[in-house]
């Protein structure tokens, strides 16, 4: 009997960043590789997750990798990095989107998905900054609910609760889980997997195995890596977000905020109806 065969997609998140072990990370999804069965040596687990993919890459490049590997599980969390550039567009998130899940859930894959909190808040930009970003990842949060139900995938809401505002579980970067962030995410995956039968192997310990970074090594990293990300960031989107937020104001300064909530919603209900309904194979006749 082969192995239960697990498969991740996605971006920095899935990848593992916050979550140091030895030369490199390892991250909610590998942590939850370990209890989808009663041995960890049943389970062939393999990561394609990139720091800074977006959902174009998760199509081009992930999603080819992952079928030839004729996952059994896939994971595929991807989202907020189409959020922070200047291209971002509801309309081609959601058909990128599609297409992953089609390809994997048409081979069989169980699918993990899961809706995210926006970058502004956790970065705790200005209003008028924060809230165009919010406004794109309720919209990315949108599309993943709807085909996650369409592609009955495995669903986890972890744009909301109490880990979001827990310090303890978030790194230096306030952008990525720490290692008690990501045993969450894994813990709470793995929850719903075992009601769902998929998992039949113990539950990740909650707790770190390893100590919190100190005060002073996660300065040194805001200081190297984290200042590359986010000038990395900051040239792609900065410009557009500053006309964003200049567009907030005059919109808030006229009592009319709320057209940009239904302009957005309006958005996300075009991007969906533009898809095909997904195939279904037809019963067998006895």
Same mark, same amino acid.
Do not use: K
């Given at each position: 009997?082969?192995?239960?065969?697990?498969?991740?997609?996605?971006?920095?998140?899935?990848?593992?960043?916050?979550?140091?072990?030895?030369?490199?990370?390892?991250?909610?999804?590998?942590?939850?590789?370990?209890?989808?069965?009663?041995?960890?040596?049943?389970?062939?687990?393999?990561?394609?997750?990139?720091?800074?993919?977006?959902?174009?890459?998760?199509?081009?490049?992930?999603?080819?990798?992952?079928?030839?590997?004729?996952?059994?599980?896939?994971?595929?969390?991807?989202?907020?990095?189409?959020?922070? =550039? !200047?291209?971002?567009?509801?309309? +081609? &998130?959601?058909?990128? $989107?599609?297409?992953? %899940?089609? /390809?994997?859930?048409?081979?069989?894959?169980?699918?993990?998905?899961?809706?995210?909190?926006?970058?502004?808040?956790?970065?705790?930009?200005?209003?008028?900054?924060?809230?165009?970003?919010? =406004? !794109?990842?309720?919209?990315?949060? +949108? &599309?993943?609910?709807? $085909?996650?139900?369409? %592609?009955? /995938?495995?669903?986890?809401?972890?744009?909301?609760?109490?880990?979001?505002?827990?310090?303890?579980?978030?790194?230096?970067?306030?952008?990525?889980?720490?290692?008690?962030?990501?045993?969450?995410?894994?813990?709470?995956?793995?929850?719903?997997?075992?009601?769902?039968?998929?998992?039949?192997?113990? /539950?990740?310990?909650?707790?770190?195995?390893?100590?919190?970074?100190?005060?002073?090594?996660?300065?040194?990293?805001?200081?190297?890596?984290?200042?590359?990300?986010?000038?990395?960031?900051?040239?792609?989107?900065?410009?557009?977000?500053?006309?964003?937020?200049?567009?907030?104001?005059?919109?808030? /300064?006229?009592?009319?905020?709320?057209?940009?909530?239904?302009?957005?919603?309006?958005?996300?209900?075009?991007?969906?109806?533009?898809?095909?309904?997904?195939?279904?194979?037809?019963?067998?006749?006895?």
């Amino acid at each position: 009997m082969r192995p239960l065969r697990f498969v991740a997609l996605g971006d920095s998140l899935t990848e593992g960043v916050g979550d140091p072990t030895g030369d490199g990370w390892r991250g909610w999804a590998a942590l939850l590789a370990g209890g989808l069965a009663e041995q960890p040596t049943a389970v062939e687990f393999t990561n394609l997750a990139a720091s800074g993919a977006q959902t174009g890459d998760v199509l081009e490049r992930q999603t080819p990798a992952g079928l030839e590997l004729r996952p059994d599980v896939v994971s595929v969390v991807v989202g907020v990095n189409d959020t922070l =550039r !200047r291209t971002f567009d509801i309309h +081609a &998130v959601a058909a990128r $989107l599609d297409r992953v %899940y089609a /390809a994997f859930t048409g081979r069989g894959a169980v699918l993990l998905t899961a809706c995210l909190p926006d970058p502004g808040a956790m970065l705790g930009l200005p209003g008028a900054l924060a809230r165009p970003l919010a =406004r !794109r990842q309720r919209a990315v949060n +949108a &599309v993943v609910h709807a $085909l996650s139900e369409r %592609y009955e /995938a495995v669903h986890l809401h972890a744009d909301a609760g109490q880990w979001l505002t827990d310090r303890a579980m978030w790194s230096a970067d306030r952008l990525h889980p720490g290692e008690r962030g990501h045993r969450q995410l894994a813990v709470r995956f793995h929850a719903l997997l075992a009601e769902t039968g998929v998992a039949s192997g113990p /539950a990740p310990s909650p707790e770190p195995e390893f100590p919190a970074p100190t005060r002073s090594a996660s300065l040194w990293w805001l200081a190297t890596a984290g200042t590359g990300w986010v000038a990395r960031r900051c040239t792609d989107l900065l410009p557009q977000l500053l006309t964003l937020a200049a567009d907030e104001l005059r919109h808030h /300064a006229r009592g009319t905020s709320a057209r940009l909530d239904l302009r957005s919603s309006a958005s996300v209900s075009a991007a969906l109806a533009a898809l095909s309904a997904p195939e279904r194979p037809e019963p067998e006749v006895a």
